[in-house]
C-alpha cells in the first residue's frame, strides 16, 4: 500500500464505477480527493466514503469536455486542497455502433470527452503541478480496447488508441518537471460503463467475454483503483510513458471468443489450419534446403 499522506489527488469521473473504486483507495492511502464531476449526486455519494476514511473530499462540478470548467476545477482543488499532486483522467463515455449508423453526435461526444476531456485534464493538472514546482503523476485510463477492436467498438477505440499515443508524448514534455504520465488499459471492468458495452453480468455477452478471459471473471474497479495506487506511489518513481494493460489475460485470448470449434465458423477454421499445415509439410523440405 503507498504512502499518499499530504497529497492531493484530482480525478474525473470519481462519481461511479473505476473512479470512484480510485478515489476510494487513495483515501486509504491517505490522500485528499477531489471528486470532478458531472453527476453530482454520484459524486456526493464517493464523497462520503472518502470521509470514512478521515480524508478530505471535495467536489466540483466539472465537464471535461469544457476547457473552462476542468481550469476551474483545477483551480477549487488547489483552493481547497491545497495542490494537485496526483491526477487521474478517468472520466469517459461508450457509444458503440456499426460505421453505417453512427451519429456525428455520438462520433463527437466520444472525441470531445475521451480524447479532447483526458488533453484538457492533463493540461490544467500539469500547469499546476508545474508552477508548484514539486512534480506529481498522472495517470490515463485508456482501455484494452486501444489495441483490440470490433465493428461496434471502433470509435471507442479510436479515442482510447489517442489516450495510450498521447501519454508517450507528454512523458517525454513533462517528465523535465518530475512529472510522470501513464496510461492503464482496463479489460471488461464491472461498472455501468461496462454494462453498457458488454452488457449485465451473467448476459450472454460477459459470460462469454469471462470464459474467454483466462483468470475467469471481469475486473472490479478496486482492480484497477490497486494498479492506479502503485502509478502514483513511491516504487513507480521511474516509471512513465507506459500503457499498462489489466485485463485476466483477455488480449491474448479474445481471439478464442468467436471460436467454438463445434461451430460452422470453427469447424471451417480447423479445416483451414488442417490443409496449412500439410502444406507446410510439404514445403518444409524445400525450406531445409539453406
Ligand atoms: N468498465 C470497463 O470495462 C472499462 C474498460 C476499459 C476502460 N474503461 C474506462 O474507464 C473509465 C471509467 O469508466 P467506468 O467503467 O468506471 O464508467 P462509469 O460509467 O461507471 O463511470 C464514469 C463516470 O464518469 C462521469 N462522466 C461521464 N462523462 C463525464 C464528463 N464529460 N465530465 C465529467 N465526468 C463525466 C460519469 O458521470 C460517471 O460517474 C472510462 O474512461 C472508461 O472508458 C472502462
Known amino acids: 500500500m503507498a504512502d499518499l499522506s499530504g497529497k492531493a489527488a484530482f480525478i474525473t469521473g470519481a462519481g461511479s464505477g473505476i473512479g470512484q473504486g480510485t478515489a476510494v483507495r487513495l483515501a486509504r492511502d491517505g490522500a485528499d480527493i477531489c471528486i470532478a464531476e ?3 449526486d454520484a459524486a456526493a455519494e464517493t464523497a462520503s466514503m472518502v470521509r470514512e476514511f478521515g480524508r ?3 467536489v466540483v462540478r466539472c465537464n471535461v469536455a469544457s476547457h473552462d470548467q476542468v481550469q476551474s476545477a483545477a483551480d477549487e482543488c488547489v483552493a481547497e486542497l491545497g495542490s494537485i499532486d496526483i491526477a487521474v483522467a478517468n472520466a469517459g463515455i461508450g457509444r458503440g455502433g456499426s460505421v453505417l449508423e453512427m451519429t456525428q453526435k455520438d462520433w463527437q461526444d466520444q472525441v470531445d470527452i475521451n480524447l479532447t476531456g483526458v488533453f484538457l485534464t492533463v493540461q490544467a493538472a500539469a500547469q499546476r503541478m508545474v508552477t508548484a514546482g514539486s512534480g506529481g503523476r498522472i495517470v490515463c485510463i485508456s482501455s484494452l480496447a486501444a489495441l ?3 465493428a461496434q467498438m471502433w470509435s471507442y ?3 482510447k488508441a489517442g ?3 498521447m501519454v508517450r508524448g507528454w512523458a517525454a514534455d513533462l517528465g523535465q518537471h518530475g512529472i510522470n504520465v501513464n496510461a492503464i488499459g482496463p479489460g471488461v471492468i464491472d461498472t455501468p460503463l461496462a454494462h453498457a458495452l458488454a452488457g449485465d453480468e451473467g448476459g450472454p455477452i460477459r459470460t462469454q467475454l469471462e470464459a474467454a478471459t483466462p483468470l475467469g471473471r471481469s475486473g472490479r474497479p478496486s482492480d484497477i483503483a490497486g494498479l492506479i495506487s502503485f502509478l502514483v506511489g513511491p516504487d513507480a518513481e521511474f516509471m512513465s510513458g507506459s500503457y499498462l494493460v489489466m485485463d485476466g489475460g483477455l488480449r491474448d485470448a479474445r481471439g478464442n471468443l ?3 470449434p463445434e461451430s460452422p465458423v470453427g469447424q471451417e477454421r480447423m479445416r483451414h ?3 496449412s499445415m500439410e502444406r507446410t509439410a510439404r514445403l518444409q523440405p524445400l525450406i531445409d534446403q539453406r
Open 38 to 40: 458531472i453527476d453530482l
Open 56 to 58: 478530505q473530499a471535495h
Open 148 to 150: 483490440n477492436t470490433s
Open 157 to 159: 477505440s479510436a479515442t
Open 163 to 165: 489516450v495510450a499515443m
Open 258 to 260: 468467436m471460436e467454438d
Open 273 to 275: 489450419m488442417q490443409s
